[in-house]
């Protein structure tokens, strides 16, 4: 059977890795590649590489980086950040992306995902979807959470799908870096909507907080950069635990069948 | 040229249809070791040695292409002559004879084996993930395990004899892998499942 997916997410700046607490206080923790190449070794089923300058210089260092990691690393990755036309998405995948994430530029032009799907297939196209919690729902908010916009989750991701995404990235912004777990609810509430995969961010902080999200919702993967990254817990760890909760992940040493 | 020749067994022939994309199997195979070797043409075909049929596009697109460009015949007399092939992921559909993925009835595919393929009838489609290939066959190049799958679509073969490996999506089980005398074909991406999809690869070009 298909099986969960551990994404470790590295946000990049000016070609290092680093890490803040809801977007801001960012520390170095790497270089991208070597750190790929580790995450890779240890048991990640895929990885999602940010861009969170989206300077024009910084879009440059990127796109090298996007080619040295596609000759090194041979599971898929993902890159988002700064994505504005079928151009920029083209050339991403050129360089030897596998997927690339929408966020700011799909809601502010929806059309680009429709552009984008019948151009290379909705497989490669994500939407990043940043929420924050409302009294009564989540709401959607851009660059980089420094935007509240007009949608609330609820409209947005179905709106996402019919114009064709092949997937969502849901974070949930008030649990992003805090490691006190997923938000179990915001995840039940949007998987009756969906018919695409569903990645869950923001809050996975411990083996616990996995356990949760995969027992209690349908969500496909879940993405997490800081537990990671300070060897908190290690892939490995996380992923024997899941399977000894009986979760369907993908063992790291696999026997033949 | 003379490189070529010298070098002649680190060529590998990659089917370079339009799609764009063909980043991932080269890398891969030169990250490998080897050389990958674009073709675009019926003489291209007709001289390679070994071919992969990467999967990018879809079948209509990439059917079309292979019949304006008439590559269609060649390919199809290599195949079954006995060139190693190796499909990936709509590389192993177009080996069949048609696809529900079609938009017109009319368009065939390479038809080497009979078969349809048909779509997921499942709630999530695609298919995106690590899933389990049961390998059925052996020996084989193929291990059981986990692979990368990224597919709507999967291919029906009419034999069960030609089935390599059988994998389990939601309620659907169906051929992830078939193989026949030279003939490999995958529905996963060997490319992008790892260490495990990189040994595979390495089987089949030393073979």
């Known amino acids: ?257 | 040229m003379v490189l070529k020749e010298r070098f002649g067994s680190k060529y590998i022939g990659v089917l370079d249809y339009g799609a764009g994309n063909l980043g991932s199997i080269c890398n891969a195979l030169e990250y490998l070791g080897y050389v990958p070797d674009l073709i675009d043409n019926p003489d291209g075909i007709t001289e390679a040695k070994r071919l992969i049929f990467p999967g990018v596009g879809s079948f209509d697109m990439v059917m079309t292409y292979l019949n304006e460009k008439g590559m269609v015949d060649p390919l199809r007399e290599k195949i079954l002559d006995g060139m190693p092939f190796l499909g990936i992921c709509l590389g192993y559909q177009v080996l069949f004879e048609s696809s529900e993925e079609s938009r017109k009835s009319s368009i065939r595919g390479l038809a080497v084996f009979k078969g349809k393929v048909v779509r997921f009838r499942e709630r999530k489609v695609p298919q995106i993930g690590w899933n389990f290939a049961k390998v059925n066959k052996r020996p084989s190049l193929l291990d059981g395990g986990y692979y990368y799958f990224v597919n709507s679509y999967y291919p029906q073969p009419d034999s069960e004899d030609i089935a390599l490996s059988t994998t389990v999506y939601g309620n659907t089980e169906f051929v992830s892998a078939i193989e026949v005398n030279d003939v490999i074909a995958t529905q996963f991406h060997p490319e992008k499942s790892g260490g495990k999809g990189l040994r595979f690869l390495r089987r089949w070009l030393r073979c």
């Open chain 1, 1 to 257: 059977m298909l099986t969960k997916r551990i994404i470790p997410c590295l946000d990049v700046t000016e070609g290092r890795v680093v890490k803040g607490i809801n977007f801001v206080n960012l520390k170095d923790i790497g270089d991208p590649v070597v750190l790929a190449r580790a995450y890779s070794n240890q048991g990640a089923d895929e990885l999602v590489f940010l861009d969170i300058t989206a300077s024009s210089t910084g879009r440059d260092i990127m796109k090298d980086l996007v080619g040295k990691i596609a000759k090194k690393v041979f599971i898929p990755f993902t890159i988002g950040g700064g994505l504005r036309s079928v151009e920029d998405i083209r050339e991403i995948l050129r360089l030897g992306a596998d997927k690339v994430s929408l966020n700011s530029a799909a809601v502010l032009n929806p059309n680009l995902i429709e552009e984008a799907r019948e151009k290379f297939g909705s497989q490669c196209i994500t939407v990043a979807v940043d929420v924050k919690k409302s009294r009564k729902n989540w709401d959607v908010y851009i660059y980089g959470g420094r935007k509240k916009t007009d949608w609330n989750v609820l409209d947005w991701i179905t709106e996402v799908q019919e114009l064709g995404a092949g997937e969502i990235l849901l974070t949930s912004m008030d649990q992003d870096g805090t490691r006190t777990g997923f938000d179990i609810a915001l995840y039940q509430t949007v998987e009756k909507e969906l018919g695409i995969p569903v990645v869950a961010s923001g809050g996975g902080g411990t083996i616990q907080a996995f356990k949760d999200l995969f027992e209690q919702t349908e969500v496909d993967a879940a993405l997490a950069a800081s537990i990671f990254h300070y060897d908190l817990i290690s892939l490995q760890e996380l992923k024997e635990a899941l399977i000894d909760a009986g979760i369907p992940v993908r063992p790291l040493e696999e026997g033949c069948a």
